[in-house]
Structure formats: structure tokens, C-alpha cells
């Protein structure tokens, strides 16, 4: 049984006719946890939106596989019924709509099942309850007058029930306290088994000690340049990332 999952090869992307990934390779196999981090402008929100072919972004070369499937051209809502999510830095705020109907409607979308209401709401009950997220918020339109944390744990109620195969979690730990970064760790902890798959992007690495990642990636001007443990991630945090801008030259 092939347990890879995502493989990114020598893929070059430019957004607003400036290139930003200059050939990124990468693998992911099902059952891991990887984790992209770097210094500003290096491309680590292009890789994710890349990925779910957001067409801001263009790709000039290279290629994504994903669970043995070409995906470097497809859209990106055939992206998603495929298998991936992703969790945004900013979420998106939608007046008039529940989170209960954009979860239903979510998951309908992606499974391309009818879902059964009243089955639904337990389940998503049960993930509030896990997350701290008050079930009042059901009812609420979709992250309007949520605070930053209640956003971003919301994001993580989204990818609890949709269940993809592989989640981008962008920034999702960016400005939030102790408590909502240990309450995000755990719903990841949650979604995690061997079947799928975590990619991280994040700045720092207080939602990592949590989690414990198998891969930490170095992102320096749009390509990776160092591949290691937690202990690399730890590495950053102390000295920065000045010293692989001076290896990739």
C-alpha cells in the first residue's frame, strides 16, 4: 500500500509577476505531521494556496501529486472534494449564515452525501464540547463577532467535520493565548491518524511542543532548505533564521 500522500516537485510560482516558490520539493506521507516555517515573504502562504490552486498564484513549473493523482492544474473545489482543507489566517466572516448550515452545506459539498440534521448537530455538539466552543455558537453566523481565538477554533470545528485526508493549517495559532492554542492543539490531536495527514505553516513554536511534528522545513526564498525534527523548529526559535540565509547563497 503506497502511503504517500502530497509530493510538490520543483514547483516555481509568481503572484503579481513576481516569482516567490523557486523550486519547491516536498513529500507527505499519510500518518505524519509536517511542519513549514520561515521568515516573512518566503513563500510559505503561496505554497498552501499553490497547493489548493488558488489562481492569484500561478504555477510556471513543477508539479503536485496528491494520493497518487496529478492535481497541479485542477480547480480548486475538486481540490477539496479530493481530500484537502485548508484552515485560513483570517477567516472569513459571513453574515446570515449559521455556522450549523455552512458545516452542512460544507459537508455536503464534499462528500456529496445528503447529511442527516439531527445526526449532524450531535456531532457537532460533541466537537464543541471537546474544543470549548459554547454550543450557542451553532446557531451564530459564521464567525461574525467571534473573537480571534473563536475564529481559529472554529476553523478547527470545520476540519473535525469535514475530515479531509490532508489539512493546511495556515497562521492557525497566529495571536492566540496559552489556553486556545492547547484547545487547537488537541483538536488536531483529534483529526490525526495514520490515514491522513498535517501540514503546518507557522511563525513559532508554541502550538508545536504540543503536537511534536515528524518534519520541520526551513522555507528561505522559495525553496526549502533545511528538513529536521522538533529540535530544528526549537533551533529557530533561539538564533532565527539568519544563518540559512546565508546557506542558500
Request: charged letters at 25%.
Amino acid at each position: 500500500m503506497n502511503s504517500n500522500l502530497l509530493e510538490i516537485n520543483d514547483l516555481y510560482v509568481k503572484a503579481e509577476e513576481k516569482e516567490i516558490l523557486k523550486g519547491m520539493n516536498l513529500k507527505i506521507n499519510k500518518g505524519e505531521i509536517h511542519v513549514i516555517m520561515g521568515p516573512n515573504g518566503s513563500g510559505k502562504s503561496t505554497t498552501a494556496n499553490a497547493i489548493l490552486n488558488n489562481p492569484s498564484y500561478i504555477k510556471t513549473n513543477g508539479t503536485i501529486t496528491f494520493d497518487g493523482e496529478n492535481i497541479t492544474n485542477s480547480k480548486t473545489d475538486e481540490i477539496a472534494r479530493k481530500g484537502i482543507f485548508m484552515s485560513f489566517q483570517l477567516p472569513e466572516e459571513i453574515p446570515g449564515v449559521s455556522v450549523t448550515n455552512f458545516l452542512k452545506y460544507a459537508k455536503n459539498k464534499v462528500t456529496g452525501k445528503p447529511v442527516k440534521i439531527f445526526e449532524f448537530k450531535n456531532e457537532l455538539k460533541k466537537y464543541m464540547q471537546e474544543l470549548n466552543i459554547n454550543p450557542s455558537y451553532m446557531e451564530r453566523s459564521l464567525n461574525v463577532g467571534f473573537s480571534g481565538g473563536e475564529k481559529k477554533k472554529n476553523e478547527i470545528l470545520q476540519l473535525l467535520v469535514l475530515n479531509p485526508k490532508l489539512a493546511i493549517l495556515d497562521e492557525t495559532d497566529s495571536g492566540l493565548d496559552v489556553d486556545a492554542i492547547k484547545t487547537v492543539s488537541k483538536g488536531i490531536e483529534m483529526f490525526k491518524n495514520k490515514k491522513n495527514a498535517v501540514l503546518i505553516i507557522t511563525h513559532n513554536t508554541k502550538i508545536l511542543s504540543n503536537l511534536k511534528p515528524d518534519y520541520v522545513h526551513i522555507l528561505v526564498d522559495g525553496k526549502i532548505v533545511k528538513t529536521g525534527t522538533y529540535e530544528l523548529a526549537k533551533e529557530i526559535e533561539e538564533n532565527g533564521y539568519s544563518k540559512y540565509r546565508i546557506e542558500k547563497k
